[in-house]
């Protein structure tokens, strides 16, 4: 498994490369002390992804009765994602998942080979122009993370792990309950795959997946 952790690393890592390229080409950057999407929803994301988060709460007892708290917070009423602190903002910033990485710097690649750079709406609003320019140098070939690219690639170092979505919490839920077997690489999504992952298994095998 930790050569699996080395490739998801490599792949975050060239995501940070190409985000800051595209920033520095484009000035397209988040708005100051916005946070709102790591406050507003909880995104899916795959048990491949919440691993080396799962291993950051095991190294850090502390951070992980936090995190517990703040699960059982968002319970009674939805407040943030539970790795958001108001002041620091993301706590796992350096091994946060791929859609954190993606949302509001990255491209699209449709049926027809079209590669679009996509935004979230703040940014749309607040730095049009900016965005205009990020759009014309991503038709032009500029290296921007592309989402079905790397989806492909996170999907080649394990298949079943990283099409295992779930909520953000319970992702991170079962690395944490099956840290010690998806460790020694007898862990088997079977028993918590659902409807959602086995849909998007399928969308996959058949090539429906854009
Ligand atoms: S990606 Fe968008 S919503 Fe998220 S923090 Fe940046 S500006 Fe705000
Ligand atoms: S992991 Fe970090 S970036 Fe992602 S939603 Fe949580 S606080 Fe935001």
């Not at 991170?172 to 007898?186: C, K, L, R, T």
């Amino acid at each position: 498994m930790d050569e699996k952790i080395g490739k998801l690393t490599a792949i975050y890592e060239t995501i940070e490369q190409q985000v800051d390229q595209l920033q520095k080409k484009t000035c397209v950057s988040c708005i100051a002390n916005c946070g709102a999407c790591c406050k507003r929803f909880e995104p899916y994301i795959s048990v491949l992804e919440a691993v080396p988060l799962a291993k950051y709460l095991r190294d850090n007892p502390q951070k992980h009765e936090l995190y517990k708290k703040n699960v059982k917070r968002n319970k009674e009423k939805w407040y943030a994602c539970p790795f958001y602190d108001d002041e620091k903002h993301c706590t796992v910033y350096p091994i946060r998942p791929l859609i954190c990485r993606l949302f509001g710097f990255s491209a699209n690649r449709d049926r027809y080979n079209k590669v679009t750079f996509s935004t979230c709406s703040k940014i749309e609003q607040e730095m049009p122009e900016k965005v205009k320019v990020a759009r014309a140098l991503t038709r032009r070939g500029l290296d921007v993370p592309i989402y079905q690219d790397i989806a492909q690639q996170i999907q080649e170092i394990d298949f079943d792990m990283a099409t295992d979505y779930h909520p953000f919490s319970r992702s991170v839920q079962i690395a944490v309950d099956n840290y010690d077997s998806i460790m020694s690489g007898e862990f088997n999504t079977t028993k918590t795959s659902g409807n959602f992952s086995e849909l998007l298994r399928r969308k996959i095998r058949t090539g429906d997946f854009l």
